[in-house]
């Protein structure tokens, strides 16, 4: 009988268990469904956009190579999957398991109708290393904490090979008029036209893209990991962020070329990409989590919301060089450091006392990787809210942290180029330097005053509590 391969989250041909599934059964009519509206406010942001325009069509083409055209469509999924079940007589949908509370409603609705004509809803882990409603804690209750989280997936072992890309794919034809990829209307529209003009310079979405950054997981780029990794000015991380975002790679085939790569450093990679899968674990479990601080008393948290403040925050304009580059590094190229989205969150959410939900958007929108689970996980991490929080009386000094982790200033120069002057003993306090540079604002908060009122705001919680 033949089958329908939904492609969702795992945009792949290799390591792709739904495509294997589906074979098994006969042949198959691959799909790719456009479901804004399920998604509401996390149908795909701006830069995700993107993303999904140049990966479909690099989807597409690999399909066609191997004789099965992509279908397009875009709508509700549970009328159109079980109609298109109907008219080419599958027995099955398969596909890769999300776990985004709204696709989980979706995946419900999905499976309720294809039962109604005696049709399945079968799926496949694709997208993680492990199952969030597998991984249990001693006493049975889901992970909340890191640490024993990643202790318990490595000694798991080692996760299976990954899986072949077939030579030749069985296809049904499709019984409906393909949507072109331009019908999808994925790309962002003005009022910013081709803000993503520069975003080719820097990613190749799609499969193949994903396997050249995969080749990068050389011996001397995990070797060196652990110490240059939080370097913002060198290029010392996979930035395989957004490949794994849409599953054009998977994390078992990352896992096993940092194996394979085998050098000193692969064991704090691995516990990175560990953070992934656990803040699919935390989402799985915590579904409110993307809108919600997972520590009750933060409900109460007082928030100074200012469009102002937030505006020369996503602007790059804060008058704190490391956080401004970081915030030009996200609008230029889809994508920022790590280190320096910890340093750029915090200062809005301390210093600024802006809800961290409005960062958490303003990313969303922004970045290429944007993924529901790690972006919230990480914004609660920063604003001290969530499961595992870093806590909120640590508030980082942007200007200490541009110092560490940029020292010659050559991040900073290379996102804000009013700063190119400056000498480098002033680079991440300018404000300080002879001549100022022109253009260039002062600071937003003066650092001290930030860090005390962010305090000041946390003790008031504290007390309430
Ligand atoms: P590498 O250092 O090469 O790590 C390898 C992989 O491990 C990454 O590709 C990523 O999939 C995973 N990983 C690493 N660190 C983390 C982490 N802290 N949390 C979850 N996964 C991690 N990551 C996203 O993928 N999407 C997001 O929307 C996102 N939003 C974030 C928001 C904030 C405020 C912060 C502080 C971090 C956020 N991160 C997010 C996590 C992290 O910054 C990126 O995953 C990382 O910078 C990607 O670069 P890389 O691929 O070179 O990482």
Redesign the pocket.
């Known amino acids: 009988t033949p089958s329908i391969l939904w492609f969702r989250q795992d945009l792949r041909l290799a390591d792709n268990p739904s495509l294997h599934a589906a074979l098994e059964s006969g042949p198959v009519l691959p799909v790719y469904v456009l479901d804004d509206a399920a998604a509401e406010e996390w149908a795909p942001g701006g830069a995700q956009r993107w993303w999904l325009h140049h990966s479909l069509a690099a989807l597409a083409a690999d399909l066609a190579a191997r004789g099965a055209p992509l279908l397009l469509l875009r709508g509700d999924a549970a009328t159109l999957l079980p109609h298109l079940a109907g008219t080419i007589g599958a027995g099955s949908v398969h596909a890769g398991r999300m776990y985004e509370p709204w696709a989980r409603r979706r995946d419900e609705a999905v499976h309720h109708a294809l039962a109604e004509t005696g049709r399945k809803l079968t799926l496949h882990s694709a997208t993680l290393l492990h199952e969030p409603h597998r991984l249990r804690t001693g006493q049975g209750k889901p992970y909340s904490v890191f640490t024993p989280f990643s202790r318990a997936v490595f000694a798991l072992g080692e996760p299976a090979p990954p899986l072949p890309v077939p030579d030749r794919i069985a296809s049904v034809a499709s019984p409906l008029d393909p949507l072109a990829l331009e019908g999808l209307d994925l790309l962002p529209r003005p009022p910013i036209p081709e803000w993503w003009s520069e975003f080719p310079d820097h990613w190749q979405p799609g499969e193949a893209g994903a396997a050249r950054r995969l080749a990068r997981l050389t011996p001397e780029l995990l070797a060196a990991y652990p110490a240059r ?1 939080d370097i913002p000015g060198e290029d010392a ?5 957004p490949h ?2 849409f599953g054009e790679v998977s994390p078992r085939q ?1 896992w096993h070329a940092a194996r394979e790569a085998g050098a000193a450093g692969e064991h704090t ?1 691995l516990k ?2 560990l ?2 899968d656990f ?1 699919y674990h935390l989402l799985w479990h915590r579904p409110e989590m993307p809108q919600t601080a997972l520590q009750s008393k933060f409900g109460e948290f007082p928030w100074r919301p200012d469009s102002r403040l937030l505006a020369a925050w996503q602007q790059g304009r804060t008058g704190y060089p490391i956080v401004d580059a970081g915030m030009r590094q996200l609008w230029r190229t889809g ?4 280190r320096v ?2 340093v750029a ?1 915090s200062l809005l959410v301390k210093h600024l006392l802006q809800p961290w939900q409005h ?1 958490e958007a303003w ?2 929108d922004t ?1 290429v ?3 529901l689970a ?2 919230a ?3 609660q ?2 604003a001290g809210c969530g499961a595992d929080a870093a806590p909120y009386f640590r508030v980082f000094n942007p200007v200490l942290q541009g110092e560490k982790f940029d020292p010659e200033g050559s991040y900073v120069r290379r996102w804000v180029p009013e700063l190119a002057g400056v000498p480098g003993r002033f680079i991440h306090k300018p404000w300080e330097a002879p001549r100022p540079p022109a253009g260039y604002p002062a600071p937003i908060v003066e650092h001290g005053r930030g860090r005390e009122r962010a305090l000041a705001a946390y003790a008031a919680l504290r007390d309430e509590g």
Do not use: I, K, P, Y
Not at 237 to 241: D, I, Q
Not at 335 to 338: D, F, L, S, T, V
């Open positions: 990794r991380t996979s930035a395989l962020s794994l975002r990352v990679f990175e990409v953070w992934r803040s994508w920022m450091h790590n989205r910890m969150a960062g990313f969303w970045l990787d944007g993924d790690s972006n996980a990480s914004w991490w920063v």
